[in-house]
């Protein structure tokens, strides 16, 4: 387990100095002075001559990239220009709601999700299948931003159940987490289903059947275990995507997390803010996929062992 764990983030170095690099060179692609972004246009030249000295802005390029990747390496992600907060503190202030909303949709959709595939494989074409992929035709057909918009006419203005946006109690996170996780509820439905099928008419199955055991235990205790590595792919694809792009559903929900602040980070034009978040969240997915590797191997032990 630890070589496996140690080979995999060593190759994650590339992909993360790769991702270190194109950050960097936004602040070089993106229209505009990035000085005169930061002052705005009443300041005078002395002042937007110190700070071009203060941010490395007259060094050569190889220069400023050391000063940059060095104070990453520290922690410094820089200042954002319209908090005029360090942007990791920024960042730690809103990437835990990030994370609350994330798990809440994660564990809503694998929950209905399997549930739903495994009890659709169990009566294959009955009325219960039929009806199971109709929903997630439904859920993959249509974006997230529409099922948001519906959710809030539905509950929020015409029934009044739930708030329609905002960060507070739980009633705040039930709206964003279902629109989050509903794409997720029909991929997981699927998958779950169709690996159900193949693992159901299994030799291993039928011996369980043959022994007297329940049809709870076959399913629960044989069948699923068996047939979780296509689900596990699902979980932790879709939950690496959720910790580092659900800038649509914070957006319409004013979830104050980390995907809300890259967006107005944009569109303020405040460039470290939003080197220092894609840099962040390229981390974070990275993260996630180490750490679905590891579960592979837990769930299958025999991943890896050609290569350990």
Known sequence: MLPMLARRLLLSIPTLFGVL???????????????????????????????????????????QFAHYAGGILRGDFGRSYITNRPIIDDIAERFPRTVLLATAAMLLATLTGVTIGVLAAVRPNGWFDRVALAITYVGISFPVYWIGLLLIVIFAVTLRWLPASGYGSWKFLVLPALALG???????????????????????VRTARAKGLTEFRVITGHALRNALMPVVTVI?????????????????????????????????????????????????????????????????????????
């Open 182 to 204: 509903s794409r997720s509820i029909a991929y997981l439905a699927r998958v779950s289903r169709s690996a159900m099928l193949e693992v159901l008419g299994a030799d291993f």
């Open 21 to 63: 690099v194109v950050v960097f060179l936004l602040l070089y692609v993106a229209p505009g002075d990035p000085v005169q972004a930061m002052v705005g246009e009443r300041a005078d030249a002395a002042t937007m001559t110190r700070l071009r000295a203060e941010l490395h802005l007259d060094d050569p390029l190889p220069t």
């Open 236 to 308: 932790g694809l879709d939950f690496g995507a959720y910790l580092t792009g659900s800038i649509l559903t914070e957006t319409i929900f004013s979830w104050p997390g980390i995907g809300r602040y890259v967006v107005m980070a944009i569109s303020r034009r405040d460039l470290p803010a939003v080197q220092g978040s894609v840099l962040f969240l390229s981390v974070v997915f990275v993260a996630v996929n180490v750490v679905t590797d590891v579960v592979y191997r837990r769930v299958d032990p025999r991943v890896g062992t050609a290569t350990t």
